[in-house]
């Protein structure tokens, strides 16, 4: 069996798509297709059946998947050992990061991890939680961090940090930044227009339920995805927004906006670190996982 093959057939089960996949494996198309086909043939089965909408999983593709993944791994854990008879750790540790905090993590974790695993090669994904814990399933991520990660029979949940949660308003004008406003009131929250992330985003979710515990509801203006959206909509005027500190470090007018703590005490939710547990980690991964719990705390603004 091919191990590039193998390979191929893998990233196009787990992707659901032979488009995504060589984009990703930087081949073309018509190639994975044929090497795709050859496995098949060699193995005598049908391992993916092509629809209008990708590629899924025959059962005997499923079964090998699981296989597949078992045996690239078990392939990193070999280059890994070689490459430790050279005095240090090598291969490819996979992070995916909210946006929020990829922002402020992503520059010290990158020059941490040169300095600390220079055979080693670092990948940085951003996203939202879901896609991010829907990425560590998959295989296409290694560790991931995640807000209000719930317990699961897949993920190994480390926690991390908290993070206080802000209400962040367009500043009026003649406005001076200090000093900071105070805290406000969740029940005047819950009366504020609000921009806010589609469902199952984490923080609306953690929002919508420390209002439902107080016996409220969020006025929701606008749903859209992705912080920049969220803040450029808060400046021009069509609502306010709930987003961690982070979110506004590294905006390009941070002076635009104020933040104020939710409640007293204030809202916090919780950063998580998760691993797979169906993919043993790596020494690499191990260590990657060292970095992240060093350095996230230093840099993230947290409670």
């Given at each position: 069996m091919d191990l590039k093959q193998l390979e191929y057939f893998v990233r196009v089960a787990e992707?659901?798509?032979?488009?995504?996949?060589?984009?990703?494996?930087d081949v073309a198309q018509p190639a994975l297709s044929r090497q795709v086909r050859l496995l098949e043939v060699e193995l005598r089965q049908t391992l993916l059946v092509r629809n209008g909408r990708g590629a899924v999983p025959t059962e005997a593709g499923k079964l090998l998947l699981d296989h597949g993944r078992g045996i690239l791994h078990q392939v990193e854990r070999?280059?890994?050992?070689?490459g430790r008879l050279r005095g240090g750790l090598s291969g490819r540790v996979a992070v995916g990061l909210p946006t929020s905090v990829a922002r402020v993590l992503t520059v010290p974790l990158s020059r941490?991890?040169?300095?600390?695993?220079?055979?080693?090669?670092?990948?940085?994904?951003?996203?939202?939680?879901?896609?991010?814990?829907?990425?560590?399933?998959?295989?296409r991520l290694d560790i991931v961090v995640l807000y209000n990660a719930q317990p699961s029979r897949e993920l190994d949940i480390l926690p991390l940090?908290?993070?206080?949660?802000?209400?962040?308003?367009?500043?009026?004008?003649?406005?001076?930044?200090?000093?900071?406003?105070?805290?406000?009131?969740?029940a005047e929250v819950a009366r504020l227009p609000l921009v806010i992330p589609t469902r199952p985003n984490a923080i609306r979710m953690h929002v919508e339920a420390e209002m439902a515990d107080a016996g409220l509801r969020p006025n929701v203006a606008l749903e859209i995805d992705g912080v920049s959206a969220i803040l450029d909509l808060v400046l021009d005027g069509a609502g306010c927004a709930i987003l961690s500190r982070n979110a506004l470090l590294n905006t390009p007018r941070p002076s635009a906006y104020t933040a104020q703590p939710i409640g007293t005490p204030p809202m916090r939710i919780r950063l998580s670190l998760a691993t797979s547990l169906q993919r043993p980690a790596t020494p690499v991964q191990k260590a990657a996982l060292d970095l992240i719990r060093k350095t996230a705390p230093s840099v993230v603004a947290h409670a």
């Open positions: 992707l659901g798509s032979f488009t995504r996949a060589a984009i990703e494996l070999a280059k890994e050992d070689l941490s991890f040169r300095e600390t695993l220079p055979e080693a090669h670092l990948s940085i994904s951003e996203g939202l939680s879901a896609s991010l814990q829907e990425g560590l399933i998959g295989g940090l908290e993070e206080d949660l802000l209400l962040v308003r367009r500043r009026p004008p003649g406005l001076h930044e200090d000093p900071p406003p105070g805290p406000v009131d969740l």
